[in-house]
């Protein structure tokens, strides 16, 4: 039984780039949730995806925005790349059936570093 | 709103002797409370949560943390720490009306011969 898979593990942009990360979660979730975890500090919540529709935000602009597919996959987008971007983008996944008590499983991250 | 306090940055002890990780929590409503460990490189692995049912957890690799609502807190610890526990360790927090996780900043754990 596959985890949570996230691609591609290291990316390199430049400032204002636009970048795509992806998300297959793990079989059988329903429910994808993107995290950002700068250098030496605590993973920080974009976003959650359920059924194909953003369910809740986190405080992040505009700039990042995502998509979840009918096989539940996820993508997140960051348009007008800035350097404080940069940082470690976690997926998890989980299975919408008692919110707040279902864990959530994390994928390896995708490491993002915008120059 | 909900919140975690990890209140020590980094934890230093040497192998064979307990752990003790702690965290203070802040929740409007009653909370779900979660350790997750994070070695070097790789994904956040889940080590416990409590849900509401008994106040003291069991995880995985001997780790257990106890929840105390007149204390606000649930600290983790290990009565015996391993060369491999060195890592980073957080305290997260979920509950209504969400069930987004807000963590902490971490705690460091190194393990010393």
């Known amino acids: 039984d596959a985890g949570v898979t996230q691609s591609p593990t290291h990316l390199i942009k430049t400032r204002g780039q636009q970048v795509t990360l992806r998300c297959s979660p793990k079989?059988?979730?329903?429910?994808v949730s993107w995290y950002q975890q700068a250098l030496g500090q605590g993973p920080q919540f974009i976003f959650q995806?359920?059924?194909?529709?953003?369910?809740q935000r986190g405080n992040f602009p505009d700039r990042f925005s995502g998509h979840q597919f009918p096989n539940y996959s996820s993508e997140l987008n960051v348009n007008a790349l800035l350097l404080g971007d940069s940082a470690l983008y976690l997926c998890a996944s989980s299975l919408d059936r008692v919110p707040s008590t279902d864990t959530q499983y994390f994928g390896p991250g995708t490491r993002l570093t915008v120059l | 709103a909900q919140s975690v306090t990890q209140l020590d940055s980094h934890v230093s002890v040497s192998e064979g002797t307990p752990v003790l990780l702690r965290c203070n929590y802040s929740?409007?409503?009653?909370?779900?409370l979660f350790w997750y460990v994070q070695h070097p490189n790789k994904g956040l692995q889940l080590l416990l949560k409590y849900t509401s049912a008994a106040t003291l957890v069991k995880g995985i690799n001997g780790f257990e943390a106890e929840f105390k609502k007149s204390e606000t807190s649930f600290h983790l610890t290990k009565p015996s720490a391993h060369m491999s526990d060195a890592a980073e360790y957080f305290c997260v927090v979920s509950g209504p009306p969400s069930d987004k996780l807000t963590f902490g900043t971490g705690t460091q754990l190194k393990v010393e011969l």
């Open positions: 995806y359920y059924e194909e529709e953003e369910r």
């Open positions: 929740s409007s409503y009653s909370p779900s």
């Open positions: 079989s059988g979730h329903d429910t």
